[in-house]
């Protein structure tokens, strides 16, 4: 099992080997319950093999759902998330994580149940927005119109020092703060695929840029002082 790219919605319409299965599981609450997410998925599993064996014998639904009883997707929910969409066929096996609620369902059919999806895809919004400073960057995603905060990377190599003269200063490496922060949260955007605003100096926004992944960034950047 996979999750699925934007790219792969061609493929989900254009996919014709059946029986072609539709989970649509939502999980609207903030804090992530693996417990009754599990039992959810459980829920939708058995209600997908009551529909086969209408056409299907038992060998066949066994051995055909067997991957989707052995996988662990519901797992990869994050608190931000709410729903997984899975698209099951003997051609097409993968998931798709939303920010917007869904309803409950389960569908065999000789084509995927995609309706759901579009109206998600289309009414979807957000964008991640990322501010600098020298001490910490701080990843925030905004969420019908709050601004949530993801994650914080704070700058290890911000020592105070004392030089000869026992006057203080500040060893302030954030280029190298920068591109360290930015490996992580390459990872982040690209499980969401949401446009980018940076924020900080122009010195900051101009590394950060460098390293992240450039076709989410919206050029037009927030400048500070």
């Known amino acids: ?11 989900i319409n254009t996919a014709h080997m059946g029986p072609m299965v539709s989970i649509y599981l939502s999980k609207d609450a903030e804090e992530i319950n693996v417990r009754e997410l599990s ?18 014998t038992k060998s066949f ?17 994050n608190h931000i998330d709410k729903g997984l969409i899975v698209f099951f066929s003997e051609e097409i096996k993968g998931y798709l994580r939303v920010q917007s609620s869904v309803t409950d369902l389960a569908v065999v059919a000789d084509s995927f149940h995609v309706k759901p999806l579009f109206r998600i895809k289309n009414n979807e919004r957000g964008y991640f927005l990322i501010s ?3 001490k910490a960057i701080n990843v925030f995603i905004e969420s019908n119109g709050h601004l949530l905060r993801l994650d914080t ?23 190298d703060f920068i591109i360290q922060s930015a490996i992580e949260i390459n990872k982040t955007m690209a499980q969401y695929k949401l446009p980018i605003i940076l924020a900080g100096v122009r010195d900051h926004v101009g590394h950060m840029k460098k390293n992240l992944d450039h076709s989410m960034i919206i050029e037009e950047s927030i400048m500070g002082n």
Request: proline share 3%; charged share 30%; no cysteine.
């Open 153 to 175: 990377y704070r700058n290890p190599t911000l020592l105070e020092q004392i030089d000869i003269d026992g006057n203080k200063h500040k060893q302030d490496k954030h280029h």
């Open 1 to 11: 099992m996979k999750e699925l790219t934007n790219q792969d919605l061609q493929a």
């Open 61 to 77: 639904i066994h051995n055909f759902m067997e991957p989707l009883w052995k996988s662990h997707i519901v797992e990869s929910l």
């Open 39 to 56: 039992d959810k998925w459980k829920d939708s599993l058995s209600r997908v093999e009551f529909l086969l064996s209408k056409d299907y």
């Open 132 to 134: 600098m400073s020298s």
